[in-house]
C-alpha cells in the first residue's frame, strides 16, 4: 500500500504561480512512475505531468509543456508541480497518483493505469 497527501492549492490571480506537494508513504520503494492529474467540474480527469521515481525522467501534457516543472525529492517521499504562469482553464482540483508496473510513456497519461491516488487539492485561478 501506498498513501499520498497532497498540499499547496489554494487561489491565484491569472499568471501567479502554486507548488503543489505529494507526500508519499508506505511501499513507496516498488513504484514506477509519479503523476499528477486534475479534474474540472463536469469534465473527466487528465494527465498534466508524471516523473519516474528513481531516474526522475518527466513527461508533460501539452497544455502545460513550459508551465509546470514536476520534480521529486526521493529522500523526502515527495514530489512536486511547480505551476507558473496559471491560467483560469488551470483551474480545477488536482490529484497525485502512483504507478506501480513499469509500462511504456504512451501509458502514463491514462488514470485507470494509477494504483494509489491522494484526496486531491484544488487549485482556483481566476482571471
Known amino acids: 500500500q501506498v498513501q499520498l497527501v497532497e498540499s499547496g492549492g489554494g487561489l491565484v490571480q491569472a499568471g501567479g504561480s502554486l507548488r503543489l506537494s505529494c507526500s508519499a508513504s508506505?511501499?513507496?520503494?516498488?513504484?514506477?512512475?509519479m503523476g499528477w492529474f486534475r479534474q474540472a467540474p463536469g469534465k473527466e480527469r487528465e494527465f498534466v505531468a508524471a516523473?519516474?521515481?528513481?531516474?526522475?525522467?518527466?513527461y508533460y501534457a501539452d497544455s502545460v509543456k513550459g508551465r509546470f516543472t514536476i520534480s521529486r525529492d526521493s529522500a523526502k517521499n515527495t514530489v512536486y508541480l511547480q505551476m507558473n504562469s496559471l491560467k483560469p482553464e488551470d483551474t480545477a482540483n488536482y490529484y497525485c497518483?502512483?504507478?506501480?508496473?513499469?509500462?511504456?510513456?504512451?501509458?502514463?497519461?491514462?488514470?485507470?493505469?494509477?494504483?494509489?491516488w491522494g484526496q486531491g487539492t484544488q487549485v482556483t485561478v481566476s482571471s
Open positions: 497518483a502512483a504507478h506501480q508496473q513499469y509500462v511504456g510513456t504512451y501509458y502514463l497519461q491514462f488514470a485507470r493505469g494509477y494504483d494509489y
Open positions: 508506505g511501499r513507496t520503494f516498488s513504484t514506477y512512475v
Open positions: 516523473i519516474t521515481w528513481s531516474g526522475g525522467s518527466t
